[in-house]
């Protein structure tokens, strides 16, 4: 069965670097999603990317972040400048028309 | 606003004895419905979903989730609860006028007693 895959499964990065999420969503999916899960909190939304432009971002998504889909295959969220708050589970997600998200396995991002 | 709320942070069941988590949302139309399951350390699988028609949903693993309308809620039910599923269960909303975005409730820590 197609599955949504994310690599690394663990960062480790020094506050202030910039850091690249990597996630190959399944091969017909058209819409494409990033969420977050602080840890010990829930899931949230942080931004929407339909037709190679974001549909929708949350106010948590600031100009820090940013997202790309680069080679038809690949989605990749980027963080600029991290922040010790960006430490998160981040999870990358994709459908097709109107049905279910399936998310990847998620990386987990530790800001020191 | 748009919420998704799961009342019980944590529930304690003995194995092989019944679960019921509850769901409820805050909308002025009928969203779409998800179950999500992640164990420790993993992702977040599917259980079911509900988009509509019949009311009571079959999802993987023997889960089911009936929505009610009339009490905005989707609760998620297994009539035997083995050790192997204790795990974190999220609720979550797609409300379609919104972007299609998933709210997620706080989430449901399952405890499986041997």
């Known amino acids: 069965e197609p599955e949504v895959t994310q690599t690394p499964s663990h960062q480790v990065t020094q506050m202030g670097q910039e850091v690249i999420l990597r996630c190959v969503p399944i091969s017909n999916h058209l819409y494409f999603y990033w969420y977050r899960q602080i840890l010990g909190q829930k899931v949230e939304f942080l931004v929407s990317f339909y037709n190679n432009e974001i549909s929708e971002k949350s106010e948590i998504f600031d100009d820090q972040f940013s997202v790309e889909r680069p080679d038809g295959s690949n989605f990749t969220l980027k963080i600029r400048s991290t922040k010790l708050e960006d430490s998160a589970m981040y999870f990358c997600?994709?459908?097709?028309?109107?049905?279910?998200?399936?998310f990847g396995p998620g990386t987990r991002l530790t800001v020191l | 606003a748009q919420s998704v709320t799961q009342p019980d942070i944590h529930i304690t069941v003995s194995e092989g004895a019944s679960l019921e988590l509850r769901c409820n949302y805050s909308y002025g139309a009928t969203p779409y419905l998800f179950w999500y399951v992640q164990s420790p350390g993993q992702g977040l699988q599917l259980l079911l979903k509900?988009?509509?028609?019949?009311?009571l949903v079959q999802g993987i693993k023997g889960f089911e989730a009936e929505f009610k309308r009339s009490q905005s809620s989707f609760n998620l039910r297994k009539p035997s609860v083995p050790w192997s599923e204790a795990a974190e269960y999220f609720c979550?909303?797609?409300?379609?006028?919104?972007?299609?975005?998933?709210?997620f409730g706080a989430g449901t820590i399952l405890r499986v007693k041997s």
């Open positions: 997600a994709s459908r097709q028309d109107l049905d279910t998200q399936y």
């Open positions: 979550a909303v797609c409300f379609m006028e919104y972007g299609n975005k998933l709210v």
């Open positions: 509900y988009f509509s028609g019949d009311t």
